[in-house]
């Protein structure tokens, strides 16, 4: 079984979000902190050996104190980071244990997740040695002019909206990040794509919200109810099938 350790990047400002008085990875979502929704989807699972939490300087001593009984049990280990959220994850990078076949780069403030999205993401990962998570643009999009009138359409056939988990063969991820000199993506698949190496798109799900504005949040507070669940009661049903998957 290919080993998986798991970066996630909580160390941004949060300049867009103002609802609690706390950094968006930090707030409430019904009963349990962001990160710790995001977190749980990936320190129980048996290929994943790390899992690792960047945070801002500002906020490691804070993040100890609050969340010290969380720690305790989950087993996550607390990376400083840095000026950028590529310098974040290059500073997890250099924390990641050797055993770690792949790492799994996923947004501390996308907490919407369930089982069947990461092991898609996962399972394809290993096969091609780069997957992320994303899904098809439905919406008609427009290019603007600085003025702010519309430039353009740009026609949305094979344009995909990046999410979370995005996983990628360890070394892989360790030679784009050696060849960034000053580029700062906004997520790993950039670095990677400048390399040249393919990387497949793996359908998610609109309900893989990332929260970065007050209306997002509201957002993700309605769709953690309409997650799929898993289909227990069929699975107990004499003639259903013996696996119960995720809708």
């Known amino acids: 079984m290919a080993k998986f350790a798991v970066i ?37 699972r048996p290929d994943v050996v790390q899992t690792l939490i960047v945070i801002s300087p500002e906020d490691i001593d804070w993040f100890k104190e609050k969340y010290a009984p969380n720690l305790a049990f989950m087993n ?33 403030a ?6 069947e999205w990461i092991d898609r993401v996962f399972q394809t990962a290993e096969k091609t040695g780069a997957a992320i998570l994303a899904t098809p643009v439905t919406s008609t999009l427009k ?3 600085p003025n702010g009138t519309i430039d353009t359409t740009v026609p ?13 063969r360890r070394q892989l991820l360790l030679d784009a990040y050696a060849q960034r000199r000053t580029l700062q993506p906004t997520d790993e698949s950039q ?12 359908e998610g799900s609109a309900l893989n919200v990332k929260i970065t504005t007050d209306s997002d949040f509201r957002l993700a507070e309605a769709a953690l109810d309409a997650l ?12 259903a099938d013996e696996d119960a998957r995720w809708m």
């Not at 990047?9 to 962001?34: E, I, M, T």
């Not at 670095?191 to 793996?202: F, W």
């Not at 799929?228 to 699975?235: C, D, F, S």
């Open 156 to 168: 949305r056939e094979s344009l995909w909206a990046a999410q979370t988990p995005q996983v990628f």
């Open 8 to 44: 996630l990047p909580a160390a941004g400002k949060s300049s867009r979000f103002h609802l609690q008085k706390r950094k968006k990875p930090f707030v409430d979502l019904k009963g349990r902190a962001v990160w710790l929704r995001s977190a749980e989807h990936f320190v129980n």
């Open 143 to 145: 290019r603007s002019r």
């Open 228 to 239: 799929p669940k898993p289909k227990t009661l069929r699975a107990l049903h004499p003639f």
């Open 191 to 202: 670095l990677v794509e400048q390399m040249g190496h393919a990387i497949t798109l793996v």
């Open 110 to 115: 996308r907490p919407l997740l369930v089982p």
């Open 76 to 108: 996550v280990d607390i990376v400083t980071g840095g000026a950028e959220r590529a310098d974040s994850v290059c500073n997890a990078l250099a924390r990641v244990r050797p055993e770690a076949d792949f790492v799994a780069v996923h947004d501390a």
